[in-house]
């Protein structure tokens, strides 16, 4: 290694296990870093879209006909008054789900976009693709070239602020094949993404800033879990949207 590869050199800026079966290596190409763990892959870039792409994503997907995008507090509207929002590019809704025989709303707004048939089921909800945009299929076109992998869906998932969160899964549906390959871009406030082995004995924090894209790959979803906890003192909106293959 010479003098300047040593100043180019990059350094993952989240820790992983320093262990046998950890590693990671920066990627000039794709400019982010290819992460291998046990049984998984990542790759992290962890400003994907600049600012101005990322900030126009935000407006983009809260753009409507009555309220202000940039100033409504979201979690003070009450069902009646969502419903009544029309918005323009996203059709976003808020479901339910059965725990434990109580219905209890999901904790975050989402919405299904994707190829003609392409429905996808997740917690018992089923979901009809919404057809493509024009600014989704602009996100997902540079995603697909990083990934190699043309995607057909993308579940939207909106937090309206750190109270909104995802619990410990793995996305391990049929539909989506043995093992999916799943593009994750984070657009608004920074939220941690957690992944931790099956059996709990590792876990992993991965900060998901303004523009960051995760890739997630190989055998991760059968021997790994992800999750968003809540993060209260976060008060600005997140979009996550996880683009995926769906085989049905």
């Known amino acids: 290694m010479n003098l300047f590869d040593e100043i180019s050199e990059k350094s993952l800026p989240f820790d992983i296990p320093n262990e046998d079966g950890y590693s990671s290596k920066w990627d000039e190409i794709k400019q982010g870093f290819v992460i291998t763990i046990p049984n998984g892959e990542l790759f992290y870039a962890e400003h994907f879209f600049d600012r101005r792409i990322s900030d126009r994503s935000v407006e983009y997907f809260l753009e409507n006909n009555t309220n202000n995008w940039l100033t409504t507090k979201w979690r003070s509207l009450e069902p009646d008054e969502f419903s009544l929002i029309s918005f323009k590019n996203i059709n976003w809704k808020h479901d339910s789900i059965n725990m434990y025989g109580k219905i209890t709303p999901l904790p975050r707004l989402t919405s299904w976009y994707g190829d003609t048939g392409k429905s996808y089921s997740y917690s018992g909800i089923n979901s ?22 043309k995607f057909n869906g993308v579940l939207m998932n909106w937090y309206r602020d750190g109270e909104d969160y995802l619990n410990w899964h793995a996305d391990d549906e049929k539909e989506l094949g043995k093992n999916p390959i799943i593009g994750s871009v984070n657009f608004g406030a920074t939220r941690d993404f957690f992944i931790r082995t099956n059996d709990k004995t590792q876990k992993i924090t991965i900060p998901l800033k303004h523009g960051t894209l995760l890739i997630m790959s190989g055998k991760l979803q059968h021997f790994w879990q992800h999750s968003v906890p809540k993060r209260k003192k976060i008060k600005d909106v997140r979009f996550n949207l996880t683009f995926r293959v769906i085989n049905n």
Do not use: D
């Open 128 to 149: 009809n693709p919404n057809e493509w945009n024009k600014g989704l299929l602009y996100i997902k076109s540079k995603i697909e070239e990083v990934a190699k992998v």
